[in-house]
């Protein structure tokens, strides 16, 4: 059962450059605005709802490449 290929890995090193630009963003969010503010609130909700979507993009890559290996086991 190979599986291990560079490329399928691509995937989760994207996801973590998501995470890591979505928390880069909400720190400089917090560092301009400390305070509770709606427009701050609308930028650090789509940078999350980014991570989210990179994360079922991810799972769902991962589903295609494990899915076929398991099921033939």
């Known amino acids: 059962m190979q599986i291990y290929h ?4 691509l ?3 994207f996801y973590g450059e998501l995470t890591l630009f979505n928390t ?7 560092f301009i ?3 509770y ?3 701050i609130k609308k930028i650090k909700d789509i ?6 979507i990179g994360a079922i993009t991810a799972l769902l890559v991962g ?6 290996k398991l099921t033939n086991l």
């Not at 560079?6 to 890995?9: A, H, L, P, Y």
């Not at 589903?63 to 076929?68: A, G, Y």
Request: proline share 6%; with cysteine; charged share 25%.
């Open 47 to 52: 940078s999350a709802a980014a991570v989210l």
């Open 37 to 39: 503010h709606d427009k």
């Open 6 to 9: 560079k490329d399928n890995f």
């Open 11 to 13: 995937w989760i090193e």
């Open 24 to 30: 880069a963003i909400e720190n400089i969010c917090d």
């Open 33 to 35: 605005h400390p305070d």
């Open 63 to 68: 589903l295609l490449i494990f899915l076929p």
